[in-house]
């Protein structure tokens, strides 16, 4: 396995920064921070939505999750819930294991790529990841067919249902993107990126 690993979110903030010194500190900010669960906002609500949905329970157990984060997420965690509950009201939905995935660059450089749910919606397999975020930081056209592009390039370690499509679900605007398109100019301009990133992070 390659040196460096990171999530496909520090990949896509990393393109999404335009100055030499913001990409150098953000490498630098990401190679010496260790992951702590206590930071990551959404990560209980995510949990929940998996337990959820893989053990075959009904969306309003979600509910049970708002009395048990801290007292400051709550307003934000009940909002989310609603669309997400909003989102898939009337949708047939079964659960599928989307297992891990990864997309390598030259050998050197890994970026995990899991989706957080595997599910048939009204009968169509979708491996979905998850975007919680609202206000300023708004989704956009590059962030979604960054994220569909590596997704589709990725590599999976199991088998999938025939024609799973990968898709986005901005639970904010309660929209889903779904596309198994790969754009191919992108991902060379990603794959330039990647490069940048593997040699800042070898010199910081």
Do not use: C
């Not at 206590?38 to 337990?51: G, N, S």
């Not at 969306?59 to 909003?86: F, G, P």
């Not at 590596?150 to 889903?176: G, W």
Request: glycine share 4%; hydrophobic share 35%; proline share 3%.
């Amino acid at each position: 396995m390659a040196d460096i690993q990171i999530s496909l979110t520090q990949f896509l903030d990393f393109t999404l920064k335009r100055s030499g010194r913001s990409r150098t500190n953000y490498v630098r900010s990401i190679k010496y921070s260790d992951y702590n669960p206590a930071t990551d906002y959404w990560k209980q609500l995510r949990d929940e939505i998996k337990e959820v949905h893989s053990s075959g329970h009904p969306l309003n157990d979600l509910d049970q999750l708002i009395d048990q984060v801290n007292e400051r997420k709550r307003h934000n965690y009940s909002e989310a819930i609603k669309l997400y509950k909003k989102f898939f009201r009337n949708k047939d939905i079964q659960w599928f294991d989307p297992g891990n995935s990864h997309r390598s660059f030259n050998g050197e450089l890994v970026v995990n790529s899991n989706p957080e749910l595997g599910l048939f919606i009204d009968g169509t397999p979708h491996l979905i990841k998850l975007y919680f975020k609202g206000g300023k930081a708004r989704i956009d056209k590059h962030s979604v067919t960054s994220t569909l592009s590596l997704m589709n390039t990725a590599t999976f370690n199991k088998e999938l249902p025939d024609e799973t499509i990968a898709s986005v679900l901005n639970i904010k605007r309660t929209k889903i993107h779904s596309d198994n398109f790969v754009d191919d100019d992108l991902l060379i301009s990603l794959e330039g990126d990647a490069q940048q990133l593997i040699y800042l992070w070898k010199n910081v």
